[in-house]
Nanobody, 122 residues
Framework: QVQLVESGGGSAQAGGSLRLSCAAS?????MGWFRQAPGTEREGVAR????????YYADSVKGRFTISRDNAKNTLYLQMNSLKPEDTAMYYC??????????????????WGQGTQVTVSS
């Protein structure tokens, strides 16, 4: 079983920064960050393999967001810089236990956190 608890959401001005954290328990093969704005589908933002540290980003955040993990602290991070109003959404941490290709699809992950709200004003 994997448990995930996000923190670090809040409000920021456009151009500002926020850092999200996800405290995890249980083994995870890969982890990801997703977001969902009202009336839209949940979309993948970034993912990381917990072993190799290999990362992958959605085009919309590439160069602005950085996903990282601290395995000793069992914590996943998402550093968000140069924030835009369109980044406003509920952000979710996700994890997969089994070894398989991990992308940015919702179906690639088995466990989800409760979400943390990010609001960016112009």
């Amino acid at each position: 079983q994997v448990q995930l608890v996000e923190s670090g959401g809040g409000s920021a001005q456009a151009g500002g920064s926020l850092r999200l954290s996800c405290a995890a328990s249980g083994y995870r093969y890969c982890m990801g960050w997703f977001r969902q704005a009202p009336g839209t589908e949940r979309e993948g933002v970034a993912r990381i393999y917990t072993g190799s540290g290999s990362t992958y980003y959605a085009d919309s955040v590439k160069g602005r967001f950085t996903i990282s993990r601290d395995n000793a602290k069992n914590t996943l991070y998402l550093q968000m810089n140069s924030l835009k109003p369109e980044d406003t959404a509920m952000y979710y941490c996700a994890a997969r236990r089994s070894s398989w290709i991990c992308g940015l699809s919702v179906t690639d992950y088995d466990y989800w956190g409760q979400g943390t709200q990010v609001t960016v004003s112009s």
